[in-house]
């Protein structure tokens, strides 16, 4: 019997593609209706992830690119849980992130923000969740950098985070931010979510109980994915 087709998205519930505040939406926003596809077998049956396509240090960002030192910058650990509408952990899921550095610099071609790159950090790492949900990072906490939106905007720290269910069409893509970063509220990104509530769960919290002293600052952000508290994803491809 052939596998059932995962839930369509459900558009009313994300934000518009066209909004002018955010001109690269201008450009890149779709002017006709779009077109739902029926799923092909192949992208409701993989990819399928183990412990073998995962390194030791694939989730430490401070050790995994290092050559001759560690990277410069304040030192964190983002952690939290995989769970579903109903709080139940998502076990064995690959979460992947990646990020600027401290300076507020990717590593890539494209990036020419006047901040050095970083010889000791790649801005990448990934691993799976335990039988409980849960991932864990260890990394540095990404810069503030600014973009060509308008004459002075500046995008918040942030980490991209991806996550796979069980078919290619299933990944998930989001943005972490940070408690109290007051570059959140004024970010023209983060101000075409229409619900404050969505937007909160975005926002990584600090977690004192898991910092470690002399060490890492700690920041808790669950990933919740599907529900009314679910976290807002940037291609949401099944139902809400």
């Known amino acids: ?113 006047l901040a050095p790159i970083d010889p000791n950090f790649g801005g990448c790492g990934r691993t799976l969740t335990d039988e409980n949900g849960y991932y ?28 796979f269910g069980t078919g290619f069409v299933q990944r998930l893509i989001t943005q972490l931010y940070f408690e109290g970063d007051p570059l959140i509220p004024i970010c023209p990104i983060v101000k075409t979510i229409p619900d404050p509530d969505a937007i909160q769960q975005l926002i990584a919290k600090l977690d004192m109980n898991a910092t470690i002293p002399l060490d890492s600052i700690a920041y808790k952000f669950d990933i919740v994915l599907r529900g009314r508290r679910s976290t807002l994803f940037e291609n949401r491809l099944e139902g809400n």
């Open 1 to 113: 019997m052939k596998p059932a087709e995962f839930y369509q998205r459900d558009r009313r519930l994300q934000p518009p593609a066209l909004t002018p505040d955010y001109k690269t939406s201008v450009a890149r926003s779709p002017r006709y209706s779009m077109i739902s596809l029926q799923n092909s077998l192949s992208e409701i049956t993989g990819p399928v992830f183990g412990h073998s396509d995962i390194d030791p240090i694939d989730n430490d960002l401070i050790k995994n690119y290092a050559k001759d030192g560690d990277p410069v910058g304040e030192r964190i650990i983002v952690h939290g849980r995989v769970l579903d509408e109903n709080a139940r952990p998502v076990p064995n899921t690959m979460v992947e992130i990646w990020q600027a550095n401290a300076g507020g610099r990717y590593r890539h071609k494209k990036d020419t923000y």
């Open 136 to 163: 864990f990072f260890r990394t540095i906490k990404p810069g503030a950098y600014p973009w060509r939106n308008w004459v002075n905007n500046w995008r918040p720290a942030h980490i991209h985070v991806s996550v």
